[in-house]
C-alpha cells in the first residue's frame, strides 16, 4: 500500500538561497541511499516536500533503512497516495488506511486536513469533520482527541490525495555536500569512525587517511580501517581513503627521540601530512577523535602541542564527550563491532611504558631537531607511498 515516502526536512538552515541548495543535495544523497536497495526509485520536490516514489517491487524495511542513514532528514513518512479526492472516496481510504497501518483500532485520533489545491471546494475543517466521522463509523471503539491524539493522520490534498500518519526518525543534521570537505585522521579504533560521522552529519563531505606501518601494522589492521571507512560511507557518502606507509618516520622517531616522547612527535607529524594530504584535495579542516584526557596524547597539554603543527582547524567533535558516549554512538552507527577487532595499530606498539603528559612545547621542539637530517625527505616519501581506495 505504501509505494511513497514523505521526507520532512529540518528548517535550520533552509532560508533564503540555501534552501535551494539545501533540498538538491538532500535529494542527491537520497538518490544514492537508494541505490543499494532493489527497486525503482523518484525522487521528486514539490514545495519544500521532497517524495520518494517506488514504482514495482520494492522492499519497504530496506528502504527505510537507507533513508534513516540520509543526514539531513529528520522523518521519514510511509504515504498512501489515492487519485480520487471526493469526499467519499477519501472516506473509504482513511479506514483502509488505518486498517493496514494498525494492528488495533482503539487508540484516540485526530485528522488534520491540509488542501494545497485551493481549488477544492471544501473547507479543509469540514473535510476532517467528515473524515473523522467515517473513521468513528468503522472503528466504534476509537475516539477522537483534538489535543494529544495517539494517532494523527495528515491528510494532503494535492493533484492526488497523501495520508500519513507515522512518521520514522531519521537522523537530523544537514545533507553532506553543503559544507566543504574535510579529512578525517581514521584509525582502527572506536573514536575517529565516530568523529567523521558526527563531522559528516554536519553537511561536510569527508575523505580519510590512515597512518599504516608495516610490518609492525598487518593488512588485516589496514583491512579494518577500509572496513571501517566503507561503514562511515553509508552515512557520509563515497569517500577516498589516503593510506600512508608511515614506518619509516617511525622507526626514526624512536631512534632519534626521547621515548616517553614518541606518541606526541609521532601525532605531530600525523597532523603535518594529513594537512599536506588536505591541501591537495580541497579539504578545508582536519577531523580527530580526539577527546580530552583519555589517554595521554590528549591532555590539554598534548592536544596543544599537537595542534601548534598545523595551519587549517582541527575539528574535534568528540571532544567533551565521556568514552561511553562514544561506544554508545559507535554502536548506534554500527562500527563498533569493527573498531573493537583486536589488530594493533601503529600507536600501540611505538608507545612508551611512561608517556609524558604534560608535553612542553619547547623540549618537543627540541626533541625534532634530532630528526632534521632525514625527516623532510621522510615526509615526502610518506606523502609519496600514498595509496588512494575508493569507498563507497
Ligand atoms: P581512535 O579510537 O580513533 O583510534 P584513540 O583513543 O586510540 O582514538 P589515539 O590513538 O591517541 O586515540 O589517536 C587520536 C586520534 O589520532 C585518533 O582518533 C585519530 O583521529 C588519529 N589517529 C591515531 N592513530 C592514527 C593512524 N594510525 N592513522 C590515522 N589517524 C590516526
Ligand atoms: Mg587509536
Known amino acids: 500500500m505504501f509505494h511513497t515516502f514523505l521526507i520532512k526536512y529540518g528548517e535550520i538552515g533552509v532560508k533564503g538561497k540555501n534552501r535551494f541548495i539545501f533540498e538538491a543535495a538532500l535529494e542527491k544523497q537520497i538518490r544514492r541511499a537508494l541505490k543499494s536497495v532493489d527497486g525503482i526509485f523518484e525522487t521528486s520536490r514539490e514545495k519544500g516536500r521532497i517524495y520518494v516514489e517506488c514504482s514495482g517491487d520494492f522492499d519497504f524495511e530496506d528502504t527505510v533503512e537507507a533513508l534513516t542513514h540520509v543526514f539531513g532528514i529528520v522523518g521519514i513518512c510511509p504515504v498512501m497516495v489515492t487519485e480520487d479526492d471526493s469526499l467519499e472516496a477519501m472516506g473509504r481510504n ?26 477544492y471546494p471544501v473547507p479543509s475543517m469540514e473535510v476532517s469533520a467528515y473524515l473523522g466521522g467515517r473513521v468513528l463509523d468503522a472503528f466504534p ?12 493522520v495528515h491528510v494532503e ?19 553532506v555536500g553543503t559544507n566543504g570537505r574535510s579529512m578525517l585522521l581514521l584509525s582502527g579504533g572506536i573514536d575517529s569512525p565516530v ?15 590512515y597512518f599504516h606501518a608495516p610490518p609492525y601494522t598487518s593488512e588485516r589492521a ?29 622507526l626514526y622517531i624512536y631512534e632519534k627521540c626521547p621515548h616517553d616522547q614518541l606518541t606526541i612527535i609521532m601525532r605531530r607529524y600525523m597532523m603535518k601530512i594529513a594537512e599536506r594530504i588536505a591541501q591537495d584535495t580541497g579539504a578545508l579542516a582536519l577531523i580527530t577523535g580526539e577527546s580530552i584526557g583519555q589517554v595521554a596524547s590528549q591532555t590539554v597539554q598534548s592536544l596543544a602541542v599537537t595542534n601548534e603543527v598545523c595551519a587549517l582547524p582541527v575539528f574535534r567533535p568528540l571532544i567533551g564527550f565521556d568514552k561511553q558516549d562514544i561506544i554508545d554512538i559507535s554502536l548506534k552507527i554500527g562500527t563498533y563491532d569493527t573498531s573493537i577487532l583486536p589488530f594493533e ?3 600501540t606498539i611505538f608507545v612508551a611504558k611512561h608517556p609524558v603528559t604534560k608535553p612542553n612545547l619547547k623540549s618537543i621542539v627540541k626533541s625534532e631537531q634530532n630528526l632534521t637530517e632525514k625527516i623532510d625527505q621522510l615526509v615526502e616519501e ?4 600514498d595509496e588512494v581506495i575508493e569507498i563507497g
Open 94 to 119: 482513511i479506514v483502509t488506511f488505518l486498517e493496514e497501518t494498525y494492528a488495533s483500532h482503539e487508540q484516540s485520533f485526530k485528522v488534520d486536513t491540509r488542501r494545497a489545491k485551493k481549488t
Open 141 to 152: 471503539e476509537m475516539k477522537v482527541d483534538v489535543h494529544e491524539p495517539e494517532i494523527l
Open 157 to 175: 490534498i494535492r493533484d492526488r490525495v497523501y495520508m500519513y500518519s507515522r512518521v520514522i526518525p531519521g537522523p537530523g543534521g544537514m545533507p
Open 195 to 209: 568523529a567523521g560521522y558526527m563531522i559528516a552529519k554536519r553537511g561536510v563531505e569527508i575523505d580519510a587517511v
Open 222 to 250: 589496514k583491512q579494518k580501517v577500509v572496513d571501517l571507512a566503507k561503514e562511515v560511507s553509508v552515512y557520509s557518502g563515497p569517500m577516498r581513503l589516503h593510506v600512508i606507509n608511515f614506518t619509516d618516520i617511525q
Open 345 to 347: 595499530d601503529c600507536c
Open 382 to 385: 610518506a606523502l609519496a607511498s
